[in-house]
């Protein structure tokens, strides 16, 4: 057995003079890992998918519960839904404790863009150029790996959003978010300054948390909005008591976001006006807040407010959005954290929107498999470490998206996911139509689609009836339920969701 990462490392060089890698490094580092099932990838290209749901007991089983009893004696477990065998997973099954086989339609809270145990990732793990990155976390701020600019262009600004070509990696979306805020800020203060330099005072007052080096900035979010758990992203977060509760928050203004009739095709002068309700008040938030001296230095929105319930707003929204916040001289920062990465049809779903220029910031997590932001050079601070930290992101991380890219490229998933999603909202049409009194609301652009149901016990039973069948969802707001499925998501597996959700509002009907 290899003792250390050199050793790993000669011995890889060594089987790859001798053209023994492929038996050495599978056999004698895949098997003792990750098992036979996962080791199975390394030998072909392709998806090898179970053919469909396969349910044993009800999830979870006795097994996901016994690990239950196990982890709750450590830490609270209530949102434990079941335990899962990763190295069971593939494509687009997850596989739990029990061995039941269930079709992931919500990807770890829309996390997976390539579903589970794609043979492209582990064969990138597994490639000996590798190991390091993943046996050594570096300080990317301070000591970053030598490969590292390479990769950053490889994997994330060939991808970046149009217009902005700087990138800040971080370890999630949350600290993506966060970091973002700081940016802007400091972009803010800089335009006061007017070129002026940065004071001795400014500087001495910041450490006490006092003006001039602190100053009362704000962001302004929405009602329902979902930007994170640290401290400024909190205060922007408005939906779940459960997030919020016992926490300080700062006085930040928070705007409505629309709420829209559907179809949206059906609704246009209403939700017209209601659009135009809401960008009233973004107005009237920024001249009260300048009133008080709290600038409101940015505006915060997600393309599609996800945990507040799969709210939309139309393209037009977001330009008069763009607008009102350039004319006060705010920036405007998109959370794609959970949008990012194709699932609306295009990689970034601001991209659908045309908007009259780039957004100033983009941040990003979740299918991106790390944090963090994109932006314009305006928004670049000329004093290193202001942003920084010790872990911002991971090379590993890094490695593994590039990989992704790569696969949705190559295999065009993005116009997969344009065709797929036609079909998940014909499927989620029809059904509505079966049983009106049931399903309502149905919405959605690309795969990330989403219905109502009656109420949140109505809701919260369906879901359960659809994961002992063996399709696993997610919920989101009060009474939605949230299709989150991979890429990588089929016509076949539309079909097993379309029977599968048939006959439970069949079952719930009588």
């Known amino acids: ?95 739990d404790a029990d061995g039941n086989i269930l079709l992931d339609m919500f ?18 793990m597994f490639n000996p150029e590798n190991i390091t990155a993943f046996v050594n976390r570096p300080n990317m701020h301070c000591f970053p790996p030598l490969e590292l600019p390479r990769r950053i262009q490889s994997a994330l600004l ?60 704000t962001i302004m979010s929405f009602m329902g909005s979902m930007h994170g758990r640290t401290l400024g992203s909190l205060t922007c977060t408005h939906n779940k008591w459960t997030v919020k509760l016992d926490h300080p928050a700062i006085d930040w203004p928070v705007a409505e976001f629309p709420n829209l009739r559907y179809p949206l095709s059906e609704h246009i002068r209403e939700n017209k006006a209601e659009e135009n309700r809401c960008l009233e008040k973004v107005e009237t938030l920024f001249e009260s807040y300048t009133k008080k001296g709290k600038y409101v230095t940015g505006v915060i929105i997600e393309p599609i407010q996800s945990e507040g319930g799969d709210k939309h ?46 957004p100033d910031i983009v941040t990003y997590g979740k299918k991106m498999q790390i944090g963090g932001f994109y932006y314009k050079d305006e928004f670049r601070m000329s004093e290193g470490g202001r942003i920084f930290n010790t872990w911002p992101g991971d090379p590993a991380k890094v490695i593994l998206l590039e990989e992704i890219v790569n ?31 049931q399903l309502e609301n149905v919405r959605g652009v690309g795969t990330f689609c989403a219905v ?9 039973r369906a879901v359960v009836d659809l994961r002992n069948k063996g399709v696993h969802i997610g919920v989101c707001g009060t009474r939605s339920i949230r ?7 089929g016509s076949d597996h539309v079909a097993i969701f379309q029977d599968t959700f048939n006959a439970v509002l069949s079952e719930s009907k009588k």
């Not at 805020?181 to 002026?196: H, L, T």
Request: hydrophobic letters at 35%.
């Open 452 to 460: 109502d149901l009656k109420d949140t016990e109505t809701r919260d």
């Open 158 to 217: 060939s991808v970046a959003p149009p217009g902005l070509n700087q990138v800040y990696t971080m370890g999630c979306g949350s600290c993506g978010n966060e970091f973002a805020f700081k940016a802007v800020w400091a972009w803010y203060r800089n335009k006061q300054r007017n070129g002026a330099a940065i004071t001795s005072e400014e500087m001495t007052s910041s450490i006490y948390n006092q003006e001039p080096g602190c100053q009362p900035y």
């Open 483 to 489: 299709l989150r499925p991979a890429l990588i998501f």
């Open 407 to 437: 696969v949705i490229r190559e295999q065009e998933l993005l116009k997969q996911v344009f065709q797929i999603g036609e079909e998940l909202y014909q499927v989620l049409t029809e059904l509505q139509t079966l049983y009106p009194d």
């Open 313 to 358: 707003a139309s393209p037009a929204f977001f330009r008069r959005l763009q607008k009102i916040a350039k004319k006060n001289g705010a920036a405007l920062i998109l959370d794609e954290v959970q949008t990012g990465v194709g699932p609306t049809g295009k990689f970034w779903a601001h991209e659908n929107w045309d908007l009259p220029e780039p």
């Open 107 to 124: 990807m770890q809270i829309a996390s997976m863009p390539l579903g589970y145990n794609h043979p492209a990732l582990i064969k990138a």
């Open 1 to 95: 057995m290899w003792t250390s990462a050199g050793a790993c490392i000669k011995a890889a060089r060594m089987c790859r003079a001798t053209g023994l890698l492929k038996a050495c490094w599978r056999q004698q580092t895949t098997d003792r890992l990750v098992g036979e099932e996962v080791a199975r990838h390394l030998n072909s290209a392709d998806i090898d998918e179970y053919p469909g749901p396969l349910v044993k007991t009800p999830v979870p089983g006795p097994q996901s519960r016994e690990l239950w009893n196990q982890m709750s004696a450590i830490q609270n477990s209530d949102v434990v839904q079941f335990f899962a065998d990763y190295n069971r997973s593939r494509g687009n099954y997850i596989v």
